[in-house]
């Protein structure tokens, strides 16, 4: 890539993200190529490497791809929603770099590096159903009330070993210190950290090459579940990019310790699942804090804006939970919510008001699945908070004590329930849009669709 400066860059809209990656090659001169990518609706990142000497030509005339990219199933099979795909010849968009997202990539065999690309239609517009653009609508949405969200994701995840059970299933991590298979939850354990202390020295330098603000890992319920924390900010869709190259770093420090990660909802039939929990607060245009009025419960408006998340959780269900497993998660005393109840410092409920400093009073949303795309679990509880500031809407009594054994009947705890209350949504097309609203649904009825159609080992046990 020439790294001599440009007169014409000034005119270049491209031109910020066009200097950034110049400023990663110029400190990595050892990197031979780039990868442009995009995160699909499912959180994947595809796209295409790039040798460094062609990587000036995504500035000047983008990178051409299928505009189907968004609309595969988990494992990028082509679904063709609404003639999207094979029925419409496949066309091409233009893809154009991000600014902020380029990096070098760690732990890589071949030394690269990556930016993030947004996928235009032929008339130049964003797609309407990229769920990166589909986040960027509903901030617009959110500036049009003169605020703007501070937010950060949690995400869950398994550390698993290479090998597998005998149906295939994952095993928990061989202790790197006692050679014996991890067996015990130990919850929160400094020993488990210090057992895993080359997976966390990995993962925190991989984090700082590749610009991700992790902030605390900690061990959680399960033998051989972590979880990583993110850095609260202001930019929510670089809060958002940041946590797919989470799951991208962490998955490649665990290759480097000779183990695998999972960011799987619910992995252990019997172990607690891994979510994403999402922390959001709302500063008006002077800075201050909107949900802060001094006390642990928070303002009138933390209570609408918890409003409109529970009035839009049912609708939202299948972005929180996008595949049949992931609601395995939602059972009694496994701290995933099987209610949209509002608990100040109650982790049992679905939406939580951490304790803490009253300058940073939070609402804590529960709900997703590691496994859910961040854009899009981003873009649905903005919606529900604008919904809810909007119209004042009431959450409803606080929970107390432990209400994981009170089920909301009102929620959809299946994905083909989820997929019909999102076809019928009233409020959050009005947000996402209604082509993108149909065009995730199609594709998600066809992967459900699709995999009811295996057999399992189990019904031939026992069924045959």
């Known amino acids: 890539m020439n790294q001599q400066t440009n007169p014409a860059k000034e005119m270049n809209p491209h031109a910020a993200a066009q200097a950034e990656l110049e400023a990663v090659l110029l400190a990595n001169p050892n990197i031979r190529f780039v990868d442009a990518a995009i995160a699909d609706i499912c959180g994947a990142l595809r796209g295409k490497r790039i040798a460094v000497s062609d990587a000036v030509k995504l500035f000047e005339s983008g990178m051409?791809?299928?505009?189907?990219?968004?609309?595969?199933?988990?494992?990028?099979?082509?679904?063709?929603?609404?003639?999207?795909?094979?029925?419409?010849?496949?066309?091409?968009?233009?893809?154009?770099?991000?600014?902020?997202?380029?990096?070098?990539?760690?732990?890589?065999?071949?030394?690269?590096?990556?930016?993030?690309?947004?996928?235009?239609?032929?008339?130049?517009?964003?797609?309407?159903?990229?769920?990166?653009?589909?986040?960027?609508?509903?901030?617009?949405?959110?500036?049009?009330?003169d605020l703007t969200p501070v937010a950060a994701h949690e995400l869950e995840f398994y550390l698993i070993d290479a090998a597998r059970d005998e149906k295939g299933g994952p095993l928990p991590p061989i202790s790197p210190?006692?050679?014996?298979?991890?067996?015990?939850?130990?919850?929160?354990?400094?020993?488990?950290?210090?057992?895993?202390?080359?997976?966390?020295?990995?993962?925190?330098e991989a984090a700082v090459v590749q610009g991700v603000p992790l902030t605390a890992t900690s061990k959680e319920y399960s033998p051989g579940q972590f979880e990583a924390n993110l850095r609260h900010q202001t930019n929510v869709l670089a809060a958002s990019d940041h946590a797919i190259f989470l799951r991208q770093i962490v998955k490649s420090a665990a290759l480097s310790q000779g183990f695998q990660a999972s960011f799987m909802s619910k992995p252990y039939a019997e172990g607690l699942g891994s979510g994403q929990h999402v922390h959001v607060s709302l500063v008006d245009k002077n800075g201050r804090n909107i949900f802060d009025n001094g006390t642990a419960e928070g303002s009138d408006s933390l209570r609408f804006a918890a409003g409109g998340l529970a009035a839009l959780m049912p609708e939202s269900m299948a972005f929180f939970a996008p595949n049949l497993n992931a609601y395995?998660?939602?059972?009694?005393?496994?701290?995933?919510?099987?209610?949209?109840?509002?608990?100040?410092?109650?982790?049992?409920?679905?939406?939580?008001?951490?304790?803490?400093?009253?300058?940073?009073?939070?609402?804590?949303?529960?709900?997703?699945?590691?496994?859910?795309?961040?854009?899009?679990?981003?873009?649905?509880?903005?919606?529900?908070m604008h919904h809810g500031l909007v119209h004042r809407?009431?959450?409803?009594?606080?929970?107390?004590?432990?209400?994981?054994?009170?089920?909301?009947?009102?929620?959809?705890?299946?994905?083909?329930?989820?997929?019909?209350?999102?076809?019928?949504?009233?409020?959050?097309?009005?947000?996402?849009?209604?082509?993108?609203?149909?065009?995730?649904?199609?594709?998600?009825?066809?992967?459900?669709?699709?995999?009811?159609?295996?057999?399992?080992?189990?019904?031939?046990?026992?069924?045959?």
């Open 64 to 145: 051409q791809i299928p505009m189907s990219l968004h609309l595969m199933d988990v494992r990028g099979e082509m679904m063709n929603p609404q003639g999207r795909g094979y029925s419409d010849g496949d066309p091409d968009g233009t893809a154009w770099p991000i600014p902020g997202t380029a990096s070098p990539v760690w732990g890589a065999d071949l030394p690269r590096a990556q930016i993030l690309m947004s996928l235009h239609d032929t008339a130049g517009a964003p797609l309407s159903y990229d769920p990166r653009a589909i986040l960027e609508r509903v901030l617009a949405r959110c500036r049009e009330l």
């Open 328 to 384: 395995r998660r939602f059972q009694p005393d496994m701290f995933a919510p099987v209610n949209r109840r509002l608990g100040i410092n109650n982790r049992s409920a679905g939406l939580r008001v951490p304790v803490g400093p009253s300058a940073a009073r939070r609402v804590e949303h529960r709900c997703a699945g590691a496994d859910a795309n961040p854009y899009l679990v981003m873009a649905a509880i903005l919606a529900g």
């Open 393 to 464: 809407i009431e959450p409803g009594p606080l929970a107390v004590g432990n209400v994981s054994r009170e089920p909301d009947l009102a929620l959809p705890f299946s994905l083909g329930e989820a997929l019909k209350r999102l076809e019928n949504a009233a409020v959050l097309p009005g947000y996402f849009g209604a082509e993108a609203i149909a065009l995730y649904r199609e594709t998600k009825s066809k992967e459900l669709q699709r995999f009811r159609k295996i057999i399992t080992a189990e019904e031939y046990e026992w069924y045959l």
């Open 177 to 204: 210190r006692t050679g014996k298979r991890e067996n015990t939850p130990s919850v929160y354990g400094i020993e488990d950290l210090n057992r895993y202390q080359g997976f966390l020295t990995a993962l925190a």
